[in-house]
């Protein structure tokens, strides 16, 4: 139980006190009226001794009495009716609250810290009403009158006669068989006579006089002159006096409420204040002239539940007749107006007075005389009866006589009983604090009543045995809480009188407490308070006050027990909630939630919420009942869709009332659905046009592509490419790469810049928790707009909502936005800014609500509201969501390090800059699939779809050798496809047949194609005609793409790069991208190999031709068939080569290669004339065609040459790539690339070829050259010197005249390289084996066996030897060995002579 401000000793005592009626004249009453009091409650205040009382107990021992306070009531003669009573202790406690600034107590127990209040003062004034508004009743005498105060006025005409009268009223009152109420402690009540004189107004000598009259009359000890009213009421606001009746009134007890003219029950708080009657039991009260003596009822039945009249008209009825009542209390009235500080003391003086002179001997004396009558009966009548019973029942208990054959519990004694008598003695002694008499007593009489089975008289006695038991000085025993266990079980199970449980459970519940035994307590309150025990509504209100004390029991335990603490508050809450006492059940709901919350108890959670929510809105608390319905639908609910569906509905019903109280306030914060902020994203632009037919759009970006990190980084590098290039080879310092789309992953550090006139997307992302669809209407975008002029001027306009078409910004409303139960959804909502200023996007505005379902849970059905569109919503409210995101945390200093510190993520706060142009790009005929090698025409178109002008058009790709927009000469460039008879993609040329086998000859420089050495390959700029496109333009320029070499699927990445014609300062230039997914089929495998050859002469008769043997393979494993292919042209390119013809010997003209067939052809391949070569500086290629069709293609014009020049820019960039490994020894490093070069023939084949059924399409390859080893090849090393014979095919020889034959043949050595060579020819045999001795065609070289020569770069040197031969026959003259190395090397290379054909030689006889 809580803490209480009287200790349980103070409490007892002052809550059985002695009782004493008041019965007053009229004129008396009329003076006491003046002061707004009646009699009875002018004396309230002062009704305690200030000093202690003695008296003297039956065995004349000396008793002291502390602090003793009489009760003096206004004789009532109705017993209080139930509803009153209830309707009284309803008020009481919704009177008390507790204090505004109350500090609670903060109770650390296991790792909850709560707030608590300590005590309970609502429970404390409930207990006090409860005890005071006890009706008297039969079984005890603690609450009957021992005295009657007469009081008449000394203004009467005959106060004497006056007295006579009161007198006989009392006696009327007390003995006639009309009035059972009120009720009396003894017949010989005393009576105390108080003659009340108005000293304003009266004659003080009268009054004197009359008092004397009195006193001779009715004794000095029973008279008292009580002067008042000392000053007339109109001069209080000179003097300020206290007013100490306030407190006593506002409790309202029942006692001091109305004198008896008053009718049998008015709630009234004054006479004067109001004279409405409220009829609280349904029984109409009538009121006569004289006493009211209409209802009777035995008081013993004071819990008529079952009677539907005494049942309480419910919550509402009392908030009324509460509110009424308050009203009344509080109309500012001052009490004792009249009186003095003097006529206090008066009254304080009086009242000691009568209670030393009047009362405490009157008790006194009562106490003797009881006392004697009890020693005198008992010893007889006891002893006599009990004799009697043991001698002729042999221990039975005697039938008992008809009267008496009742129930149990209602066996009554007649007033005179010897059995009440011990009672009344008891109560006596009880009364004036003499509690070891008084325990005997109700001892002794318990075990009388058990033994007659008079059940109600023996809890009593129990009860109060109980009692005095504990209150005894010194604790002679311990307290007998059984007795009032037993005591409670009476009254509620067999005497079935729930008020009398009540007070046992509330005096034993105190007592328990302070013996520290809580546990004891909470158990005893909670017994009290089950449903069934109780019906109707005042035992909700009980059960409330009983479970909070139960609740604060368990807290105080030694180690307290938080959570029973915490349901108990749930229960008592609830039930203060079924009694109408909102407030209460609103603070027991929140005091329990600080147990639950947090504790993943999400249910229980929820209970309360919804209830703190509902309590809060009925007390119109509505910010309160926002906050607890929103904890309800933020946390991740566990509860069922119904139940989620009903929270949230009367959420949106609440919140549209706060909503309503301030229509013009700032809007709400909303809690549903989440925004996951972070996951914004925003993107700059327009939405991307659909492929329309052949069309189709650059990709671009948008929101709807997932973020690469690898793919973005390639977009940066090609547009620092592209940007250095523009830049003459330097990327500015102040380069950031363009963003179009903003998200978690990208850069924010920075204020975006976007475009006027072009719409701003952002892209919200929302999940809803609840397992009820959301419906948001009117979303859009909540922005500040900070306009910028060029005047310099800056005028901040921040519009929160936009109404119509606002001049700044354009705001895109979603009229309907469904997002299902727990589903995730984006929303993508625009901006248009048309100013250019600074944008700040704060957040989001909508009306929330939810789709009109018929689900009803917890009788909460849909709530009015309607909706038109698509979907119908049952309520909505709105508000707002701001979108607040948490930049990267920083993690570059050390500082940073250490501490948590984040970035700023400015994505959402745009800087809107000026006009720039805007380029869209749109493909025509782009293919999704080509063959390796297949060349594909294509069209782009280039648009500017805004108002500025755009210049410097380039586009930047990785993969420059996919794509081509042709020469840069008009002459080099195809016009269109129609241009040729075949509908060709290439510039062609018709020929005469005589010329299939030799080559026709052509030169380009790779400068007429875009691609200079040094500079980019891969930035090409696109030909614009003027180089600028105006607005509203368009271009389409031809494009030519080859299928990649590799089969599979490509990904070709374009980035078009622009710049406006005007400079601006913050945007130096846009981009587009585009990426293309081509994929590639097997087609033709080619490959190419060179012979030297000396015995190949050219036109000049020089050396150094070569044969050229290409093998091509067709590989292609088409899926819908094989594919045939033809080898129409075969070209050259080189700067120092040429083929000159085809030396195959097949008549067939057209080549065909079906599936998997392979084809070898052979050329011949002359140097090039000087004249055509001119200086390696122009770097001029020659391009030599051999036709095996009869159209000849220019394979030096587009795009056949352009394709030539950006594979041949791959592969330098691919070898440039490629780290040199640094060598120990310079010079042999040297020899070898010297070596290597002289090996290296720089000729590039190129095939073009064709499929039949689609003649326009032509396709080319183009061999890889030989890779080239580190180390030079045995191959490489043998080739260093190239050696020829020269000698007759036969000889003819006469052998019989001359037996030696003597052959000339001319050796050629022809130095290959570039550097000085030393040769060394030795011409002796090698023998191989001791079978080449036996060879017959055995011959010798005459002269030197060695030459050593040496031959200068590109040298071609003759050596003159003789052959010998002894017989005819054919001789291979093949084996002179030839010996080089580099003049200034030491290694010599054999040249590898031996593998070469055989130079047969026929000798012949005439």
Known sequence: MAQCVQSVQELIPDSFVPCVAALCSDEAERLTRRNHLSFAELLKPFSRLTSEVHMRDPNNQLHIIKNLKIAVSNIITQPPQPGAIRKLLNDVVSASQPAEGLVANVITAGDYDLNISATTPWFESYRETFLQSMPASDHEFLNHYLACMLV??????????????????????????????????????????????????????????????????????????????SRTSNRASDEQIPDPWSQYLQKNSIQNQESYEDGPYAITANKNSDSNLFSLDGLDNEVKDGLPNNFRTHSLQLDQSSDPSNSFDGPDHVKSSSSHETKKTNTGIIHGACLTLTDHDRIRQFIQEFTFRGLLPHIEKTIRQLNDQLISRKGLSRSLFSATKKWFSGSKVPEKSINELKNTSGLLYPPEAPELQIRKMADLCFLVQHYDLAYSCYH????????????????????????????????????????????????????????????????????????????????????????????????????????????????????????KYAFHMILAGHRFSKAGQKKHALRCYCQAMQVYKGKGWSLAEDHINFTIGRQSYTLRQLDNAVSAFRHILINESKQSAPQQGAFLREY????????????????????????????????????????????????????????????????????????????????????????????SYSDNSRFPLAVVEEPITVEVAFRNPLKVPLLLTDLSLLWKFQPKDFSGMDNEEVKELVTGEPKMIGTEVVSEFLINSEESKVARLKLFPHHIGELHILGVVYNLGTIQGSVTVDGIGALPGCHTGKYSSSMSVRGRQDLEIQGPRLNNTKEEKTSIKYGPDRRLDPI????????????????????????????????????????????????????????????????????????????????????????LISSASSLDFGIGIGSQPEVIPVPLPDTVLLPGA?????????????????????????????????????????????????????????????????????????????????????????????????????????????????ENKDAKLASRE????????????????????????????????????????????????????????????QPSVHKVKQSLEDAVRVIQKCSEVDLNIVILWKEPPEMELLKFVRPENTTVSSRPSVEQLSSLIKTSLHYPESFNHPFHQKSLCFVPVTLLLSNCSKADVDVIVDLRHKTTSPEALEIHGSFTWLGQTQYKLQLKSQEIHSLQLKACFVHTGVYNLGTPRVFAKLSDQVTVFETNQQNSMPALIIINNV
Not at 477 to 505: F, G, S
């Open 152 to 229: 008449a006025s000394s203004s009467e005409a005959e106060p004497v006669e006056q007295f006579s009268k009161l007198s006989q009223e009392q006696h009327r009152i007390q003995h006639n068989s009309d009035y059972s109420y009120p009720k009396w402690f003894i017949p010989n009540t005393l009576k105390y006579y108080v003659l009340l004189h108005d000293v304003s107004a009266g004659d003080e000598q009268r009054a004197d006089s009359v008092y004397e009259e009195m006193k001779q009359k009715y004794g000095t000890q029973c008279c008292y002159l009580l002067k008042i009213n």
């Open 444 to 563: 002794t009489a318990k075990k009388d009543f058990l033994n007659d089975q008079a059940m109600l008289y023996a809890a009593g006695a129990l009860e109060m045995a109980a009692v005095s038991a504990f209150l005894q000085p010194g604790a002679p025993r311990p307290y007998p809480a059984h007795y009032m266990d037993t005591a409670i079980q009476t009254y509620r199970d067999i005497c079935k009188n729930m008020v009398l449980a009540e007070r046992c459970v509330l005096l034993s519940a105190e007592i328990l407490k302070s013996q520290s035994k809580y546990s004891e307590a909470a158990a005893l309150l909670i017994r009290l308070t089950s449903e069934n025990t109780w019906k109707g509504m005042d035992s909700d209100l009980r059960s409330a006050l009983l479970l909070e004390q139960a609740a604060h029991c368990f807290i105080n335990m030694k180690s307290p027990m938080v959570r």
């Open 652 to 743: 949106l019903y609440v919140y549209k009332n706060v909503s309503q109280l301030s229509p013009d306030g700032p809007l709400p914060q909303l809690p549903l659905p989440y925004i996951n902020s972070s996951a914004t994203r925003l993107f700059f632009g327009h939405d991307r046009r659909p492929a329309d037919g052949e069309k189709q759009a650059a990709t671009h970006i948008s929101l709807d592509q997932e973020y690469d990190s690898e793919s973005s980084q390639q977009w940066r590098e090609l547009e620092e490419q592209v940007v250095a290039v523009v830049n003459k080879g330097v990327i500015p310092s102040n380069f950031h790469p363009i963003q179009y789309c903003l998200n």
């Open 912 to 999: 809107i800059t000026e006009e720039m142009p805007l380029l869209e790009v749109f493909f025509i005929h782009f293919p999704t699939g080509l063959l390796c090698g297949e060349i594909r025409k294509a069209y782009v178109e280039f648009v500017n779809v805004s108002k500025c002008p755009l210049t410097g058009l380039k586009v930047v790709s990785k993969r420059p050798e996919f794509f081509t927009f042709g020469g840069n000469t008009a002459v080099l460039t195809p016009l269109s496809p129609s241009a040729s008879e075949n509908c060709s993609a290439y510039k062609t040329v018709v020929t005469e047949s005589t010329s299939m086998c030799t080559a």
């Open 1034 to 1146: 368009s271009v389409q320029l031809p494009m030519w793409l080859r299928g990649p070499d590799e089969e599979g699927v490509h990904e070709i990445n374009f980035l078009f790069y622009y710049e406006s014609v005007k400079k601006q300062p913050k945007i130096r230039h846009r981009i587009l991208r585009h990426t293309a997914v081509i994929c590639t089929s097997r087609s033709l495998n080619v490959r190419a190999t060179v012979c030297r050859s000396n015995s190949l002469e050219d036109e000049e008769g020089r050396g150094g031709n070569m044969l050229v043997f290409v093998d091509v393979e067709n590989i292609n494993t088409s899926e819908a068939g094989v594919k045939e292919f033809h080898i129409v042209q075969v070209s050259s390119s080189s700067k120092h080569w040429k083929l000159q013809k085809s030396v195959n010997l097949s």
């Open 1158 to 1217: 392979k084809g070898k052809f052979c050329f011949k391949a002359v140097r090039c004339k000087e004249k055509e070569a001119v200086t390696q500086s122009s770097e001029k290629y020659t391009f030599a065609d051999i036709i095996f069709g009869n159209e000849q293609i220019v394979s030096s014009a587009s795009p056949c040459a352009d394709f030539f020049h950006r594979s041949l820019s791959s592969e330098l960039k691919k070898s440039r790539a």
